[in-house]
């Protein structure tokens, strides 16, 4: 199975809530099964194509805009000034986040709320502490392996149930 994560997704979770995500372009695929990573930020789907027959999975994360992007970047680049991410446990980095997060907010002058603020720290956190783009496949309880060769190739998945 192969996913490629650098892809424009076909979902888009318009809210915090999985009930409302909207499901865009999947008239054409059966859904295998959709499981929730972390609750209220990050799902995989694995479908099959009707017309090729191939089975992907599909990281599915929360929709962020230019804005939100523009602030993403800044907290991550000034976290990682501020403190020393790498080479830390994850349990360390976990801890040194926490304690930094508010700190770079109210240095930076950043008021976070609501499911932006929540979506704004869930990115900022996923590429400090967790696997940046790859986290949730990292954290998906289905995926046994994980294989990518270069950045202009897929990423190889192999998932328990569906191969």
Do not use: W
């Not at 804005?67 to 970047?73: D, P």
């Not at 501020?82 to 080479?87: D, K, R, S």
């Amino acid at each position: 199975m192969q996913l490629n994560p650098f892809k424009k997704k076909e979902r888009v979770i318009t809210t915090l809530d999985k009930t409302q995500i909207q499901l865009n372009g999947s008239s054409g695929s059966d859904d295998l099964a959709f499981e929730e990573i972390e609750p209220g930020m990050v799902y995989s789907r694995v479908y099959q194509n009707r017309d090729t027959g191939e089975i992907n999975l599909e990281l599915i994360e929360p929709f962020v805009d230019n804005e939100e992007k523009e602030i993403i970047e800044k907290l991550k680049n000034y976290l990682i000034n501020l403190a020393a991410f790498n080479g830390q446990t994850t349990t360390d980095r976990k801890k040194d986040f926490e304690r930094y997060f508010p700190v770079a907010l109210e240095d930076m002058d950043i008021q976070l709320g609501g499911n932006s603020g929540a979506v704004i720290k869930y990115y900022v956190e996923r590429d400090i502490v967790g696997y940046g783009r790859i986290d949730g496949l990292m954290r998906d309880p289905n995926v046994e392996d994980i294989s990518c060769d270069s950045s202009t190739v897929p990423v190889f998945v192999f998932h328990r149930d569906h191969g």
